[in-house]
Structure formats: structure tokens, C-alpha cells
């Protein structure tokens, strides 16, 4: 009787001890999970912090100050001993002298006496006379003109009559076109804000001007460009290969979108309410040409063989991918040597090294040996780098278009230069407040930059168009030679 309860009691110990085992167990599988999932947090918020315009889509000024230190001084040391500013055989660059008949005025001077005998020497002109220019500011002076209705009395029967009012002859708006457009250029182009506007044509032409009139004339230029728009829109959609790229912009602190199409030959900006798909399958209407852009699921609407996937998102991606530790840096490093050869090859092209045929041919086992490497990286299930292949080989008809087609970057670098104005002007306006603000915006910026491209004077294009706008007239054409030439 006293054994079985020894037994009794041992076999009660030992399901206490089988059941703290199992709850330890149970801790230990528990604090291993949370473990797990800590670090994992630890890694993506370190993936985070590393990140910087080098190795992920942040621009440049995100990096903060001393952030390219290291580089730079890597760079001084390369160039040790050599002094500052240009070296030998740098061509340089100077001041270029204005033609003759630009001058406003020629001072000739001619020497008094020879050098060699002294006799008296008459004044004969030098045709290659030795020339030098002095350009100064004079003061800047409003003209303003003043109409005046006169009221007559009648001597004959002592009836005051005024004298009718001439639409023809009074202007209807208080500024000229060359005025309107100079304030249009001051907030829309160089991106001043309506008080400083206020203070610099005060400062610099002693012109007195409201914010409500600057407000005004920003509604009038609007208006007056808006034909030169629409003919950019055409203009970009019917190119054989455009670039695209969008970000965010605030309407009274309303997030919306801001859009761009940049060709060689125009550039177009719109302001749209979001980046959906349907909204920019709208803006895109013609479905024509290459476009360019990055792996935005967005624009999927274009047929893939007809796009370019922009391989400097994809290079940031994979120098990502490369300072991760384990299997995730190892494959980064490898996409990341690929895509060297990719940049490499296409710089021996631009250069004309390589033919475009040698091109194709240097390219082909790159191509292969990348996917492949792709495959492999998307079927290895490591997070936040497997799933990015697998979006990249979605993508694969569309990485290697600039291989074959003539006029295709590889890079969409050209719609991020274009953006970046309209990106800082963003950031020191916080956006517009309204919707007529939306519309002065993107189209005095598609007009600056288009009639750059044209080597148009963006000044003399603004003032053609207001003063179209004011006598009823077609507006001028942004493609127009003369132009160009004046």
C-alpha cells in the first residue's frame, strides 16, 4: 500500500516536471518567434535608415550635409597635387563679345602719333581693330500712359458732353503684355512668391503692383498660353519616344498628382487628381510610341514591348539589395556587377564605339546571365527582394528595349530633371490654392520648358502670346522658326 503511493506521488512529480518542460518549451518557441520577428523589424528599419539617393529613389537632398564626405575626399586625394580650376589643355569658356550691331554704342580710339618716328597719325578706321565691351544697367523705368475722357461744355446751349469711351483705344487691362509677362516669368518660371513679386518690381522698375493684380495677370497669361499648350500636348503624345514620371502636389493641402511627358522636342506638365491607372490612361490618350518610365503598376495599360523600364531605378535597387547581409547581398552583388556591364556597353555606344549591332551582341549573354539571375532571386522567398525580381521579370520585355530601338535611353533621368523644378517650387509652396493655380502652373511651366527645347526666349513668347490674347488674335506657335531666330 505504501509503495503505490510512492508510485502515486512520483508519477504526480513527474507530470508536473513533463508539464514545466512543456510550458518551457512553449516560452522558448514563443521568445524564438518574437525574436525572429524582431529582427526582422531590426533589419528593415537598418534597410531604411541606409537608404539615400544612391541606393533608392530619394533625391539627392535627402542625403543631409557630410553624407557624400567620404566620396568626395576619395576623389581630392585622386587629384592630388593638382591645383585648382582648369588644367592644361581645358578649352574653357569665355565671355563672348556681342555682334557689332547689337552695340548701342561704338567708342573708337586711335593712336596720336607713331611709335617710330612720331609724325602725327590720321584717324583710319581698323577693320580688325581690337575689341572690348562694357555692359552696364541703366535704370528701368515703367512707362505708363494715361487716357483721359474729357467732359466739354457746349458754348452754344451750356450742355456738358464726354467724350465716348473707345474700347479700341483704352486698353481694357491695367498692364501691358510684356508687363503680364514678366510677372507670369517671376512666379511661374522662377517660382517667386506674389509678395516678393510685389517687392522686386518695386525694387528693380519703381512699379507699384498689388498682389490681387499679380493674382489677375497670372489668370490673363493662363489664359493667353493656353493655345501653345494644347499644341505641346499633341505635340508629345504623337512623339515616337516620350519619358514619364509623376509625383505629388498640394492644392490648398490636398494631396494630388503632378505628371510629365518630356521628348527631345517638347515638355509637358498636368496636374491631375491621383496616379491611378484610369486617370492616367486619360492623359496618355494615344497609346503611341515608347514610353519611358519606371515599373509604376500604374502605367501597365502599355503594351510592355513598347515601353523602357528606366535602369537607374533598377541599379539603386539592386546597390540595395548588396549591402544586405547574407544570400540577399550576395545576389544583389551579382545584379549590381550586370547592370555595370549594362551602363558600361551603353556608354561605348553613345561613344560610338559599338555599333548598334555590336551593341545587340554584346548585350545578348548579359540579358540572359541577368534573368537568370533574376529567377533564382525571386525563387530563393527572401523578403523585400524575392518579390522585386519577380516584379523586374514581369517587366522583361521592357528592359531591353533600348538594345533595338533607335532614339530609347535607358534611363528615364530626362522626365526627373524636368520634374525637379517643379518639385522645389512644390517644397517652398506647399502647392497652389486652387484649381485656376493648378492650371497657370502647369502651363507656364510647359511653356518655359518647351520653348527652351525650341531655343525660344521664353520672355518673348509670353509677351507674343499676351498680346495675341489681347487684340483677338491666333496665339503664336511654339514650333515657329522665326521665333527661334529673334
Known amino acids: 500500500m505504501e509503495g503505490q503511493l510512492d508510485i502515486a506521488r512520483l508519477q504526480a512529480e513527474l507530470a508536473a516536471r513533463d508539464a514545466e518542460v512543456a510550458a518551457s518549451a512553449a516560452r522558448i518557441a514563443e521568445l524564438e518567434e518574437q525574436v525572429a520577428r524582431l529582427t526582422e523589424v531590426v533589419e528593415a528599419l537598418r ?108 458754348p452754344n446751349c451750356g450742355y456738358k458732353t464726354m467724350a465716348a469711351y473707345d474700347g479700341e483705344v483704352i486698353p481694357r487691362f491695367a498692364f501691358g503684355p510684356r508687363l503680364m509677362s514678366v510677372v507670369a516669368m517671376l512666379t511661374g518660371v522662377y517660382h517667386l512668391s506674389r509678395r516678393k513679386t510685389v517687392r522686386l518690381l518695386w525694387e528693380l522698375l519703381g512699379l507699384r503692383i498689388s498682389l490681387g493684380s499679380v493674382s489677375n495677370i497670372e489668370k490673363r497669361v493662363g ?24 509625383t505629388s502636389w498640394l492644392q490648398a493641402g490636398v494631396l494630388l498628382s503632378l505628371w510629365t511627358i518630356a521628348t527631345t522636342a517638347v515638355t509637358v506638365f ?128 521592357a528592359l531591353w528595349t533600348f538594345v533595338d530601338r533607335e532614339g530609347v535611353e535607358p534611363t528615364n533621368n530626362h522626365a526627373e530633371q524636368e520634374l525637379r523644378a517643379f518639385v522645389l517650387w512644390r517644397r517652398r509652396s506647399f502647392g497652389t490654392q486652387s484649381e485656376r493655380g493648378n492650371r497657370f502652373a502647369e502651363r507656364v511651366m510647359t511653356v518655359a520648358h518647351t520653348a527652351r527645347k525650341q531655343n525660344n526666349n521664353v520672355l518673348s513668347f509670353l509677351s507674343a502670346c499676351c498680346e495675341a490674347h489681347l487684340n483677338g488674335r491666333p496665339a503664336p506657335s511654339l514650333f515657329d522658326p522665326c521665333l527661334a531666330a529673334a
Open 47 to 154: 534597410e531604411e535608415l541606409s537608404r539615400n539617393s544612391n541606393n533608392s529613389d530619394l533625391p539627392p537632398s535627402n542625403d543631409g550635409p557630410g553624407k557624400n564626405a567620404a566620396k568626395r575626399k576619395r576623389r581630392k586625394q585622386k587629384g592630388k597635387g593638382r591645383k585648382r580650376g582648369g588644367q592644361p589643355g581645358h578649352r574653357g569658356t569665355h565671355r563672348m563679345l556681342l555682334p557689332v550691331e547689337e552695340v548701342d554704342d561704338v567708342v573708337d580710339l586711335y593712336p596720336v602719333e607713331c611709335e617710330s618716328c612720331w609724325e602725327s597719325l590720321p584717324q583710319v578706321e581698323d577693320p580688325r581693330a581690337k575689341r572690348y565691351q562694357y555692359t552696364e544697367l541703366k535704370p528701368q523705368q515703367p512707362h505708363t500712359t494715361e487716357y483721359r475722357r474729357h467732359a466739354v461744355f457746349c
Open 223 to 246: 489664359d493667353a498660353i493656353e493655345p501653345a499648350v494644347d499644341e505641346a500636348w499633341v505635340a508629345a503624345i504623337r512623339a515616337r519616344v516620350k519619358h514619364t514620371d509623376g
Open 270 to 397: 498636368k496636374i491631375v487628381a491621383n496616379g491611378r491607372k484610369e486617370t492616367l490612361r486619360k492623359l496618355l490618350f494615344e497609346l503611341r510610341g515608347v514610353l519611358v518610365s519606371d515599373r509604376a503598376t500604374t502605367l501597365t495599360f502599355w503594351a510592355m514591348e513598347r515601353r523602357q523600364v528606366c535602369w537607374a531605378h533598377l541599379l539603386r535597387k539592386f546597390i540595395s539589395f548588396s549591402e544586405r547581409d547574407g544570400p540577399a547581398g550576395a545576389i544583389g552583388q551579382e545584379l549590381l556587377d550586370y547592370g555595370g556591364l549594362v551602363f558600361a556597353y551603353w556608354a561605348d555606344f553613345k561613344d560610338g564605339k559599338l555599333s548598334r549591332e555590336q551593341l545587340r551582341t554584346w548585350m545578348a549573354p548579359v540579358r540572359a546571365q541577368l534573368e537568370a539571375a533574376l529567377e533564382r532571386a525571386a525563387a530563393a522567398g527572401i523578403k523585400r527582394l524575392s518579390g522585386s525580381c519577380a516584379d523586374m521579370l514581369d517587366h522583361r520585355l
